[in-house]
C-alpha cells in the first residue's frame, strides 16, 4: 500500500530561449516533439482525475502560487464563480493534495478546517460568508507546501480491478478494515462512493471512526467533517474523499498491525464493545437529569478511562438519558481547557463535538452506544495526555458564578471580548453574566466570529470556535451558558493581531 499511496506527481519543464548562445535549434535531431498534451496526459495517469466540471478549479488552486491565489479566485468570483464550486475545489485540492499522515491532524487541518470554515461562513451575515473560505485557500497553500517539503504526496487513481462488486462492498470494507489491510480499504472505499447512498455511507464508516485515540480524535472530526462537506458540495465528489477518509481511519503511527496485536490506544474500543452488550433495551428512553450531569462531571476530573466508560453504562442502565450524559461530556472538556488552554484540551472539545455529530446522525443503535462510551473514555485520555504539557489548574466550570451587574448588553459584550487576553477568567465570568441577564447568545457568537475573521491565524481558531458555538445548542438550557463561558478560554478578543488578510480579501473581491 505504500507504493499505492506514494507515487509523486511529474512536474514538467521546457527550455526556452537560447542556452549559452545556441540558437533555438533541436539538440537531439531525429525524434518526434513531446507535446505539452502528451506531457499531462502522462502526469495525469499518476493522480487521481476529478469530475471534469471541477477539475479546472482544483488545478487553479492547487497551481496558483500562494501569493497570488485570493487575487484569482477574486478574479473569478467577479466573473461567475460560485459559492459551492469554490467551497467543492478548495475541499478536493486538499485531498488530493495533503497526506492524512503521519497523523491526521497537522498540514492536513487544511482539509479538517474546510467545514468548519463553511459553517462559519453559512452563520454569518452575507457581506461576511466569502472571509472564512478565502481563508482556508490561503490555508491550503501553507499545508500543500508542507506536503511538498515531506515528499510531495499526491493521491494515486484507483486499482479499477480491485474495486468489490456492489453486493460484495459493505462485506470487503468491514474486512479491510477490522484487518487495517489499506490496499483493500482503499478500493472498497471507491466501490462505496460508486455503489452507495450517502446514509449508509455515514453508518459504515462511523464503525471505524473512534474505535482508537490515535491522531487525538482527528479520525472521527475527518468522518464528520468531510460527510458533513459532501453534503453541501454533491455525493459526485465523494469517490477521492472516501478514499482518503479510509486511509486516514487506518493510520497506526508505525506501530505493528492493531489487527494482530495488543495495543493501547486500542483497549477502550474492546472493553466498550463488551459493555456495550450489557447496556438496557430501552436505553434512548431516559430521563433528562441535571443532577446525574453534574455528578459524572465531578467523576470525569479524576476518573480512568475504564471507569469513564463503566459509569456510562451504569447511567443508561439507571434510566439517565444520552443527553444528560454527553452533557457531562461537552462540559468535562469545556473544563479541561479552562484548567490548561493548550492545543490538548482543545482536541477534547472538538473531538467531542465531533462524537455528538456522529451520535446524532446515525441510526444503528450499537454504532451510537459504541460512539456514546468511546467519547466517555476519551475524556481521560486528553486529561492525562495535558500532564507532559505543563500544571493543570483546578478550575470547575461549575463554580463559575452569575453576578449580576450594572449596564447594557452592548457594554457587557465588550467588556467579555476586551479582557479575552489579559483576564480569561474575567471573560468567562462576564459572558456567563452577559447570558444570564437574557442577552442574545447569537448576538455574542456573531462577535465571536467576526474575531475569528479578522484575528484567525490558525485551523484550530475556526475549528474550535464553530465546534463551541455549534454545541451551545446541543446541550440542555441549564448547562448550556456555562459552556459558552469556557469557550473564552481559546476565542479570539479584540486586544489580538489581525491576522493581515481581511484588507487582501476585500482587495481581491473589490
Same mark, same amino acid.
Request: with cysteine.
Given at each position: 500500500?505504500?507504493? /499505492? ?15 549559452? #548562445? ?111 473560505? @478565502? ?8 499545508? +500543500? ?7 510531495? %504526496? ?77 453534503? *453541501?458540495?454533491? %455525493? ?17 503511527? #508505525? ?8 495495543? &493501547? ?49 451504569? /447511567? ?20 479541561? /481547557?479552562?484548567? +490548561? ?8 472539545? *472538538? *473531538? $467531542? ?11 444503528? @443503535? ?28 483546578? $478550575? ?14 452592548? &457594554? ?30 447569537? $448576538? ?34 441549564? %448547562? ?6 469556557? #469557550? ?5 478578543? *479584540? ?16
Amino acid at each position: 500500500m505504500n507504493g /499505492l499511496w506514494n507515487r509523486r506527481r511529474f512536474v514538467s519543464a521546457s527550455v526556452a530561449g537560447s542556452l549559452l #548562445g545556441i540558437s533555438n535549434r533541436p539538440l537531439i535531431a531525429g525524434l518526434g516533439a513531446v507535446t505539452d498534451e502528451q506531457i499531462r496526459a502522462s502526469t495525469n495517469g499518476n493522480v487521481v482525475q476529478l469530475q471534469p466540471e471541477i477539475e479546472p478549479l482544483v488545478r487553479l488552486i492547487e497551481d496558483t502560487p500562494r501569493q497570488r491565489l485570493l487575487e484569482e479566485v477574486g478574479a473569478r468570483i467577479r466573473k461567475g464563480l460560485n459559492y459551492t464550486d469554490l467551497l467543492a475545489a478548495l475541499f478536493l485540492a486538499g485531498v488530493r493534495n495533503v497526506q492524512p499522515r503521519p497523523s491526521v491532524g497537522f498540514k492536513f487541518h487544511a482539509v479538517l478546517v474546510v467545514n468548519s470554515a463553511h459553517v462559519a461562513s453559512m452563520s454569518s451575515p452575507d457581506e461576511d460568508r466569502w472571509l472564512p473560505i @478565502f481563508w482556508a485557500l490561503d490555508e491550503f497553500k501553507s499545508s +500543500q507546501a508542507r506536503d511538498i517539503a515531506e515528499g510531495n %504526496w499526491t493521491m494515486p487513481p484507483v486499482s479499477e480491478s480491485l474495486i468489490p462488486t456492489p453486493e460484495k462492498v459493505h462485506s470487503a470494507f468491514h474486512s479491510a478494515m477490522q484487518n487495517w489491510d489499506e490496499e483493500a480499504a482503499d478500493t472498497a472505499a471507491a466501490g462505496i462512493s460508486r455503489f452507495l447512498g450517502a446514509a449508509d455511507t455515514l453508518e459504515l464508516f462511523a464503525q471505524y471512526a473512534a474505535r482508537d485515540f490515535r491522531s487525538i480524535g482527528h479520525k472521527a472530526i475527518y468522518l464528520a467533517n468531510s460527510w458533513r462537506t459532501l453534503q *453541501t458540495i454533491g %455525493w459526485q465528489h465523494s469517490e477521492p474523499v472516501l478514499r482518503s477518509l479510509a486511509y486516514a481511519l487506518l493510520n497506526h503511527n #508505525g506501530e505493528p498491525s492493531p489487527a494482530t496485536s495488543d495495543l &493501547e490506544p486500542d483497549r477502550p474500543w474492546k472493553l466498550n464493545q463488551e459493555l456495550a452488550s450489557r447496556v438496557r433495551a430501552d436505553w434512548q428512553l431516559g430521563k433528562d437529569d441535571s443532577a446525574a450531569t453534574s455528578k459524572f462531571l465531578t467523576q470525569l476530573r479524576t476518573c480512568s478511562s475504564k471507569e469513564a466508560a463503566e459509569t456510562v453504562l451504569e /447511567l443508561l442502565n439507571g434510566h439517565i438519558s444520552p443527553r444528560s450524559v454527553f452533557d457531562a461530556l461537552h462540559l468535562a472538556a469545556g473544563e479541561l /481547557l479552562m484548567r +490548561q488552554t493548550g492545543i490538548v484540551a482543545l482536541h477534547a472539545v *472538538t *473531538t $467531542t463535538n465531533a462524537m455528538r455529530f456522529l451520535f446524532d446522525h446515525v441510526g444503528n @443503535f450499537e454504532t451510537r452506544k459504541l460512539l456514546l462510551l468511546q467519547a466517555a473514555a476519551f475524556l481521560p485520555l486528553f486529561r492525562e495526555g495535558m500532564k507532559s504539557r505543563g500544571a493543570i489548574a483546578d $478550575t470547575r466550570i461549575d463554580q463559575l458564578q452569575v453576578k449580576q451587574e450594572a449596564g447594557g448588553a452592548t &457594554e457587557s459584550l465588550d467588556s467579555i471580548f476586551a479582557s479575552l487576553r489579559s483576564n480569561t477568567a474575567t471573560a468567562a465570568q462576564n459572558t456567563l453574566n452577559y447570558l444570564a441577564a437574557g442577552n442574545d447568545a447569537a $448576538t455574542l457568537m456573531n462577535t465571536a466570529r467576526r474575531l475569528i475573521f479578522l484575528k484567525g491565524t490558525d485551523s484550530h481558531d475556526y475549528k474550535f470556535s464553530t465546534a463551541v458555538l455549534e454545541d451551545y445548542y446541543h446541550i440542555s438550557a441549564p %448547562w448550556r451558558n456555562y459552556f459558552l463561558a469556557s #469557550g473564552t478560554y481559546y476565542l479570539k478578543g *479584540t486586544e489580538d493581531r489581525d491576522n493581515g488578510l481581511v484588507e487582501r480579501i476585500r482587495a481581491a473581491l473589490s
